[in-house]
T-cell receptor
Framework: GEDVEQSLFLSVREGDSSVINCTYT??????LYWYKQEPGAGLQLLTY?????DMKQDQRLTVLLNKKDKHLSLRIADTQTGDSAIYFC??????????FGTGTRLLVSP | DAGVTQSPTHLIKTRGQQVTLRCSPK?????VSWYQQALGQGPQFIFQ???????QRGNFPDRFSGHQFPNYSSELNVNALLLGDSALYLC????????????FGPGTRLTVT
């Protein structure tokens, strides 16, 4: 079945690392994604990982994939107040259908 | 390089009416997908258009229909609006159907009263 789960809320202090977690159900997913949504805005593609990879690093972002447990995480190093937003995990099905989680609201306090 | 654009930004309609939302894909992209995002939820896939045809469809009733034009822009039509159709409608584009990168527009906020 198609189901992606995320925790609803995460609060961190500026300068700390943030870790946002996601679990998915379909082991046949090709790509897994992280999108960011700021208030009143569309979705910004942050990063993605191919399902045969374990880790991907892109500047302050690190994605870890545990296929055995169907667990995906996004680590943001040196979190800034501008990182405050909702973060969505998504998995791809077929040609390009994306199935999204409900989103994790990240609040970064000074 | 213009990104994905959508119009209008906001729209208020009455139950039973029909609505048309528009999307222009990012330059160089030929594939458009539509998503519905209800308040507090993640986006849900409605359908995808490529070469002016619907290629894939999510679990949405036939009241939701679409069209893609030769210039790759797309429309989403919703007939017989229900209160539950109130949502942010997002358009995403990519440079081919099998592409791992989809770019989203800012969305159209539809309110049905």
């Amino acid at each position: 079945g198609e189901d992606v789960e995320q925790s609803l809320f995460l609060s961190v202090r500026e300068g700390d690392s943030s870790v946002i977690n996601c679990t998915y159900t379909d082991s046949s997913s090709t790509y897994l994604y992280w999108y960011k949504q700021e208030p009143g805005a569309g979705l910004q593609l942050l990063t993605y990982i191919f399902s045969n990879m374990d880790m991907k690093q892109d500047q302050r972002l690190t994605v870890l994939l545990n296929k055995k447990d169907k667990h995906l995480s996004l680590r943001i190093a040196d979190t800034q107040t501008g990182d405050s937003a909702i973060y969505f995990c998504a998995e791809s099905y077929g040609f390009q259908k994306l199935v999204f989680g409900t989103g994790t609201r990240l609040l970064v306090s000074p | 390089d213009a990104g994905v654009t959508q119009s209008p930004t906001h729209l208020i309609k009455t139950r039973g009416q029909q609505v048309t939302l528009r999307c222009s894909p990012k330059s160089g992209h030929d594939t458009v997908s539509w998503y519905q995002q209800a308040l507090g939820q993640g986006p849900q896939f409605i359908f995808q258009y490529y070469e002016e045809e619907e290629r894939q469809r999510g679990n949405f009733p036939d009241r939701f229909s679409g069209h893609q034009f030769p210039n790759y822009s797309s429309e989403l039509n919703v007939n017989a609006l229900l209160l539950g159709d109130s949502a942010l409608y997002l358009c995403a584009s990519s440079d081919r159907p099998i592409s791992y990168e989809q770019y989203f527009g800012p969305g159209t906020r539809l309110t049905v009263t």
